[in-house]
T-cell receptor, first 113, second 113 residues
Framework: EPEVTQTPSHQVTQMGQEVILRCVPI?????FYWYRQILGQKVEFLVS????????KSEIFDDQFSVERPDGSNFTLKIRSTKLEDSAMYFC???????????FGQGTRLTVV | KQEVTQIPAALSVPEGENLVLNCSFT??????LQWFRQDPGKGLTSLLL?????REQTSGRLNASLDKSSGRSTLYIAASQPGDSATYLC????????????FGQGTELSVKP
């Protein structure tokens, strides 16, 4: 069964460093998303991406964040200068269209120290 | 602003019991609602997607209902098993927002053998 895969599963980084979280969405999907979940809190939407453009983003997704689809298979989330409060589980998701079922990856646990 | 709430926050039942998890949302103008399962430290597994025009959706021992006008959905789990122990999340999808999902905080279910 096709699945969304994320790497790495866990990343530890020092405050102020740049991190890139990687995702391989399901191959025929056209819409891609990033969400995050701070420990003990709700899953929060960060950004949606379609046709090489951001289609929707949340207030959390400020200038420190960027997304890219560098080739036909990968979808990345970059955090330019990490803060302690960026520590969270980051989930990538993909869907065929915006209004149908979204499938999530297993997540990358980001720890900023 | 759409808010999604899940009650109870935690539930412990003996194996074999039928149970109901509740989800409520403040704005009835949703496109659809998706139920997920999350195992500790893991990703989100999609369980059921119920469209705003549907009243219910079934998959195996799971049945999700939706009453859009009252802003409520329930997830019914029949004949619960220890393997059902997980956190169950509901999320609503709004119109014209790039497929963004708004999540509740989840119900942590424990099924005791």
């Amino acid at each position: 069964e096709p699945e969304v895969t994320q790497t790495p599963s866990h990343q530890v980084t020092q405050m102020g460093q740049e991190v890139i979280l990687r995702c391989v969405p399901i191959s025929n999907h056209l819409y891609f998303y990033w969400y995050r979940q701070i420990l003990g809190q709700k899953v929060e939407f960060l950004v949606s991406f379609y046709n090489n453009e951001i289609s929707e983003k949340s207030e959390i997704f400020d200038d420190q964040f960027s997304v890219e689809r560098p080739d036909g298979s990968n979808f990345t989330l970059k955090i330019r200068s990490t803060k302690l409060e960026d520590s969270a589980m980051y989930f990538c998701a993909s869907s065929l269209e915006t209004e149908v079922e979204a499938f999530f990856g297993q997540g990358t646990r980001l720890t900023v120290v | 602003k759409q808010e999604v709430t899940q009650i109870p926050a935690a539930l412990s039942v003996p194996e074999g019991e039928n149970l109901v998890l509740n989800c409520s949302f403040t704005d009835s103008a949703i496109y659809n609602l998706q139920w997920f399962r999350q195992d500790p430290g893991k990703g989100l597994t999609s369980l059921l997607l119920i469209q705003s025009s549907q009243r219910e959706q079934t998959s195996g021992r799971l049945n999700a209902s939706l009453d859009k006008s009252s802003g409520r959905s329930t997830l019914y789990i029949a004949a619960s098993q220890p393997g059902d122990s997980a956190t169950y999340l509901c999320a609503v999808r709004l119109y014209n927002q790039g497929g963004k999902l708004i999540f509740g905080q989840g119900t942590e279910l424990s099924v005791k053998p």
